[in-house]
């Protein structure tokens, strides 16, 4: 929005010629002010919310623990955020657990074995590790009981996928590729 040509248009021109060349430096001055304080509070609206914030990242990591990584995606950085501000003080559950995967973009399931105060998570989306998978396993670390282990189950391709495939796709990947379905 430019407020120079709204202000020129909102002064009665028996009050403002707006043809003057002082009054236009008076327009188009006030107008950049406006301009600016107009973009500051876009700005501001945008950091004020973890989904759109780019610069208060950092703080907002500090605020809640999480350590600051920049090479880490900003999307992950900001699944972190708010995980970790959905966390309460009660014991996390199995489903809250399952919710907080999710908001990290992982579709999971989570076998517990109580015997032996294990679980067991396996990763069925995306195949292979994850990216930021170290910052996943620290908050499930911190949100979860420190007396029941963890034990991490990755999905790969399998070769009964593999046979629908004709070598001439498979030749086109890598192997990294064949395992995590991306080729």
Known sequence: MNFSSL????????????????NQK???GLGKTLDQMNALLQQV???????????????????YGIPSDPSIPLD????????????QARPI????????????GLEAEITNIPGQSDMKIRIISPYGEPPGFKQIQEFVEEVTRAHVGKE???SYTTWGEVK???????KRGTWGQLK???F
């Open 26 to 28: 008076l327009f188009e």
């Open 93 to 104: 559950t199995k489903e809250d657990l399952l919710n907080a995967l999710r908001s990290y």
């Open 180 to 182: 995590t379905r991306r």
């Open 164 to 170: 629908r495939t004709t070598w001439a796709e498979i």
């Open 152 to 154: 991490w189950i990755f």
């Open 76 to 87: 992950i950085r900001r699944s972190s955020i708010i995980a970790r501000m959905r966390e």
């Open 7 to 22: 202000l020129a248009r909102f002064f009665p021109h028996r009050w403002l010629n707006p043809k003057l060349s002082g």
């Open 45 to 63: 609206k945008n950091e004020s919310r973890v989904l759109t914030a780019i610069d208060t990242i950092p703080l907002r990591e500090d605020e």
